[in-house]
């Protein structure tokens, strides 16, 4: 259940205490708790000085039996002038009046805390407290913004905060050390304090610190903050559900391999059950590369081939592959394949065992381009030389056949082709750095 409430939910939050339903009956038709009803009644109601239709607002317990008339509270600036006879009591004499004693309705500081549903509403002088669907929302809202912009706090805090440290500051003391005198003085952590400073918010500045000024800030990497909407329906838990519908189809892992940081990269795909990779090469680690290569791919295989390749494609948690409806829909509709080319899945977040098959296979082009070797200097031909030497390397698994080999049985020699695979003799095959150099 979400704490937070919509405008539709205060719309009718403020319909419901107008019927003078309990907290507990509105809680079980907004599906909330009814401490978080009345949390929300309390923390947005807005107080009204409206009087009743012919009187004005007014919360003296004398108002009915007061017998002052105009302008005498008012003197000069009485608004009733020449209408003597008119009782104070119906203007807004609470405010000059020095026999004016407050009345409070109780029905403000109990359940339900507000006037909505109030049977006297309209016959009632006093002060009100009322729930307004509009100004919450918007009263909410503002709140939620306030508590987002940094720091808050007031300017007599800031004053006070700065009286302390900037003589302290000027004499030679350290923050720390300032910090660790006058604990109970500052009421705020240390990293407020620099924090504040760093805002320019007190009349010290880091120039006067000697040893801030000297250290170099750490640089921060930008994070790229993935939208989850995109793994709904595409967790490994659906991957297993799908397979167990379908336990014939063919699984696809793809995953990325990283040369130095910002530089080259490669896109791998892996066909699980030939160990056939694809391996691809791409100037940055982007979303757009990926699809970019898919549809590549699609135009070289046509329709019906790649569907038939790719059914269903498990890969990991990475930026580059946060777009999976690019990748499952092609650009445009063939007459007999429609948009849909393929299934995209997500591995859990830190289980790379669940694509174990092509993470082993990745330890095949470490032998060729060990970690932390730089990719900038490769073109697409050499890993397509490089792929080619160990997709015609034999496997155990595979009964000392090579994934080239099975690859063919399964889809004919003219799929390699237009994947742009070429065998290589078992003697030839070179598994070292110097490949490359070649």
Known sequence: MSNYFTYEERLILQKLLK???SFKKIAAQLHKDPSTISREVRKYAIPLATGKPGYSFNSCRKRFTCKIKAPALCGKDCTRKGSSNVSCRLCR??????????????????????????PTFDKCTLLKSFYDAEKAHLN??????????????????????????????????????????????????????????????????????????????RRKKPEFKVDKGCRIDRTYKDFE????????????QMDSVIGEVGGKCLLTIHFVESSLMLAFLRDANTSWSVIDIFNQLDRRLGGKLFNQLFPVILTDNGSEFSNPKKLELREQATASYGFHRTRIYYCDAGCPHQKGAIEVNHELIRRILPKGSSFDNLTQADVNRMMDHINSYKR??????????????????????LLGCTP?????IILRPTLLKK
């Open 140 to 217: 909410a809202h503002q709140r939620i913004c306030d508590a987002r912009c940094g720091l808050y706090t007031s300017e007599e805090e800031i004053a006070r905060l700065n009286s302390i440290i900037t003589p302290l500051v000027k004499q030679g003391h350290s923050i720390h050390e300032i910090y660790a005198n006058h604990r109970d003085e500052l009421m705020c952590s240390e990293k407020t304090i620099y924090n504040y400073i760093d805002d320019c918010l007190l009349d010290v500045r880091n120039i006067d610190l000697p040893r801030k000024v000297r250290f170099r800030a």
């Open 241 to 252: 559900a799908f397979m167990k519908k379908h336990p014939d189809t063919p699984v696809v």
């Open 93 to 118: 004499c609470n405010e000059h009046c020095t026999d004016f004693i407050e009345e409070v309705c109780a029905v403000r500081f109990h359940v339900p805390y507000v006037c909505n549903g109030c």
């Open 19 to 21: 019927e003078g339903l």
């Open 424 to 428: 290589v003799a078992p003697e030839d």
């Open 396 to 417: 155990k698994k595979l009964n000392d056949r090579s994934p080239y080999e099975t690859f063919s049985f399964h889809y004919g020699e003219e799929a390699l082709k």
